[in-house]
């Protein structure tokens, strides 16, 4: 029972060594239960390292988010006017993303189900739904166009696990680079900063 | 020839025990080697696993699933073993490894110490 709910917990990718090695290591039963807890947190991050291309997940974030503002300009400006206006707009994008992250990691690489690329937006947007972040009206606008959008991107840029592959290496190697854009990861990583503290600066003072 | 990128310490030690272990690398028994070479800093399994990932993503070492076994509760395991990649990456190490253990003996008046030569085992 223990290992058959640990074994849930372990992405399918690395299930079969991870769950063996802890057995052998820890047996059945309460240590078993510690060292997994300790151990599937790691497992669970290398396979989100893997699966992720930070490069796509900027452009579907950015795609949400740009849809929620829309949204919000046409059918809830006074959103916008409040105080944290533009920052409750990105709770929606990243509750998606977060799934969207997770449903990758978690995928199982020898199925590869028609319909992966829509199933984890379409779960994610229904997440942010039950959710409510913002009102309703911009969310089904948003969220809609948002999602097809998404969609769209990962129909046209799989997931790292299910791109074509013509040799036999780790498919972590068609990675979109972020070098190929004259930037460093350092460089990237400042980018993002501070357009988190611009997003917050705006939606704390900006009025229009 | 392809130039291996830089590996860090825990790298190191990673694929020093894939290394010495030859057919039997596989995740419990590489943590065993890198706890015994780390000691005594305590080392997570879970970090050894995510050090495998990355030197397997980055081609120095290359992995495997074996029969499953009853001790495992009807697992396989997943052995691993070092590319050609993996061996200079190591080897560079050593070398970077035993110039700094020459600067330092020069530099602390020790020089009467034996010099430390990495062996590569056969």
Not at chain 1, 18 to 37: I, K, T
Not at chain 1, 71 to 87: C, E, I, K, S
Not at chain 2, 56 to 66: F, H, P, Q
């Amino acid at each position: 029972m223990i290992e058959k709910l640990i074994g849930v917990l372990i992405p399918p990718a690395a299930r079969e060594e991870v769950l063996g090695d802890l057995r052998e290591r820890c047996g059945d039963g309460a240590r078993l239960l510690r060292e997994a807890a300790r151990v599937i947190p790691y497992v669970v991050a290398s396979r989100i390292r893997r699966t992720t291309d930070a490069v796509v997940v900027l452009m579907q974030g950015l795609t949400l988010y740009t849809c929620f503002v829309l949204a919000a300009l046409w059918m809830a400006r006074p959103l916008l006017y409040t105080d944290w206006g533009f920052a409750r707009l990105a709770i929606a994008p990243c509750i998606v993303l977060a799934t969207v992250i997770l449903a990758d990691a978690y995928a199982d690489p020898k199925k590869r189900p028609p319909l992966r690329a829509m199933a984890a937006p379409v779960l994610g947007m229904a997440l942010a739904f039950a959710a409510q972040p913002v009102p309703r009206p911009l969310m089904i606008w948003g969220g809609l166009i948002g999602t097809l959008l998404v969609v769209m991107m990962r129909l046209a840029i799989p997931p790292l696990a299910d791109r074509r592959q013509t040799a036999r290496v780790p498919a972590y190697w068609q990675k979109l680079d972020l070098v190929s854009l004259k930037m460093d990861f350092g460089g990237a990583r400042l980018m993002i900063a501070a357009a988190i503290l611009l997003l917050l600066l705006i939606s704390r003072w900006f009025r229009l | 020839m392809a130039k291996p990128d830089n590996v860090g310490q825990f790298e190191q030690l990673v694929l020093t025990a894939i290394l010495s272990l030859r057919d039997g690398a596989y995740g419990v028994t590489i943590h065993e080697k890198v706890s015994e070479l780390a000691a005594p800093k305590p080392v997570a399994l879970g970090a050894v696993y995510v050090t495998l990932d990355r030197l397997e993503d980055k081609g120095m070492v290359a992995s495997w699933l074996t029969d499953p076994t009853p001790e495992r509760g009807g697992r396989a395991k997943r052995c691993y073993r070092l590319e050609a990649l993996g061996e200079r990456a190591l080897q560079e190490s050593a070398e970077t490894a035993r110039r700094i253990w020459d600067a330092i003996s020069e530099a602390l008046g020790q020089a009467k110490r034996p010099k430390w030569e990495p062996v590569r085992p056969k």
